[in-house]
């Protein structure tokens, strides 16, 4: 598990931040609750309103919303140098904090297809810049070997992080 320096608050929002082994535990005991989980993953570098607005619509779907997190290296592999901006300690902290994200759990791979077979999703929810058909295929098979489907919600039209940075540079 992820581990931050400090005490308090911080201590119980790192509580939410688990190892994927973690996860199989915390998911079988939503599965024997009977709780509709949610799951997304991406790099959220710079958190804006894009991102909470994906959030708080992929956790309206089910019971509970589990972030998968890229770690740093995979951050740098998906976006080149100088990403990401922060580092995944504070960006899994931050994402920890919103009320509408239950679980946050860093994975290192490029893809998210074992972050998924642990998650075992009952939906597994992506933004519109993803069409279903464009999917991973290996992640698309662990989506459906949970019994999960696969959904794709609306972003905020001029929200990323690629367009805060570009307008920070400029």
């Not at 019971?63 to 740098?76: I, K, P, Q």
């Not at 919600?153 to 992080?161: A, V």
Request: glycine content about 10%; hydrophobic content about 40%.
């Amino acid at each position: 598990m992820l581990r931050v320096r400090g005490g308090g608050s911080r201590c119980r929002l790192m509580g939410r931040v688990l190892s994927p082994r973690e996860l199989v535990d915390w998911r079988d005991q939503q599965k024997a609750s009977g709780r509709r989980v949610v799951v997304t993953n991406g790099c959220f570098d710079l958190l804006h309103v894009g991102h909470v607005r994906f959030l708080q619509e992929a956790r309206e779907l089910g019971d509970a919303l589990v972030v998968g997190l890229n770690a740093d290296t995979s951050v740098r592999e998906l976006k080149g140098a100088g990403r990401p901006v922060n580092p995944e300690s504070d960006r899994a902290e931050v994402l920890a904090a919103l009320g509408c994200v239950d679980v946050v759990v860093v994975f290192s791979e490029k893809r998210a297809t074992r972050f998924l077979e642990a998650a075992r999703p009952d939906i597994y929810v992506k933004g519109g810049d993803y069409r279903p058909e464009d999917l991973d295929a290996d992640e698309q098979e662990a989506v459906r070997k949970s019994g999960g489907q696969v959904r794709v919600l609306h972003l905020t039209p001029g929200k990323s992080t690629t367009a805060v940075l570009a307008k920070v540079k400029k």
